[in-house]
């Protein structure tokens, strides 16, 4: 009977555990892009990727994006850089480019849920 009383004493006194932290958003203006081809990390454009500044994100990094329009809000993964893309901006790859022109820019959040280590850009040609 003690020991079950011991053990009760020793469940409850332990503090719960914290669940995990769901990533921090951090604020980031968007674009669009239609340019199909051969991304910086050697893969070809399609739906879920995204460019970014690698200093900022690194390539292989898997975000997601809350924007104010749901059809962009979802996970994207890091696989190009693009010149004007430096900084806190992302660049989100569209196959219209009546599509990417109606984006525009925008302000997002984004959630870093896997980061990449950095690594070498490999220049775009």
Do not use: N, W
């Amino acid at each position: 009977m003690f020991r079950c009383v011991a053990i009760l004493v020793v469940l409850l006194s332990i503090a719960p555990l914290k669940a995990a932290e769901p990533p921090k958003a951090r604020p980031m203006q968007a674009t669009a892009y239609c340019q199909s081809g051969t991304t910086a990390s050697g893969t070809q454009t399609r739906r879920g990727i995204v460019a970014a500044d690698p200093r900022v994100l690194p390539l292989g990094t898997t975000i997601r994006i809350v924007a104010p329009v749901r059809d962009y809000s979802t996970t994207y993964r890091v696989e190009d850089t693009g010149g004007k893309v430096k900084g806190r901006i992302v660049d989100i790859y569209v196959r219209s480019c009546a599509a990417a022109r109606r984006f525009g820019r925008r302000m997002v959040h984004v959630h870093v849920l896997q980061r990449a280590h950095p690594g070498p850009v490999a220049d775009k040609d």
